[in-house]
């Protein structure tokens, strides 16, 4: 599917279509539908793309006309991902951690505002 996703321009489309490779940029002009439609398919399995469309059967045999291979489904699509051990703290203890150098901020702006508070009464 790598390969195939390289293929996406106007002057080199190729699109999978039920696990069949097309390379259909020479019918991206005469598609009826537009060369965008074709375009949006490239880059990934377009199967379902290209049943929703509602193709007729005689679509379905000029496809055939533009195979050049089947897709290769031996490697993965998606690469094997590296699992982590979690860290065994506690949840609420990481709040605090994050929110203790932080404290000081809110304080002084309170205190600042209660002794502004408290002068402008004073002078009422």
């Known amino acids: 599917m790598q390969e195939v996703s390289q293929h996406n321009t106007k002057e080199d489309c190729w699109i999978v279509v039920d696990g069949k ?4 940029t020479s019918y991206l002009d005469e598609h ?4 965008d439609v074709v375009l949006a398919a490239t880059a990934k399995d377009g199967t379902d793309d290209f049943e929703d469309a509602g193709h007729s059967k005689s679509a379905k045999e ?3 006309d533009f195979c050049i291979g089947e897709l290769d489904t031996s490697s993965p699509i998606i690469p094997e991902l ?10 609420s203890q ?3 951690e994050l929110t203790k150098p932080y404290w000081a901020v ?3 702006i309170v205190g ?3 002794v502004v508070g408290f002068l402008y009464l004073r002078k009422k």
Do not use: C, H, M, W
Request: glycine fraction near 6%; charge should be negative.
């Open 21 to 24: 490779v097309y390379d259909v």
């Open 32 to 35: 009826p539908g537009g060369d």
């Open 62 to 64: 000029l496809l055939q």
């Open 82 to 91: 590296e699992i982590f051990e979690k860290e065994t703290r506690n949840y």
């Open 94 to 96: 990481k709040v605090l």
């Open 106 to 108: 809110p304080v002084a």
């Open 112 to 114: 600042i505002s209660v």
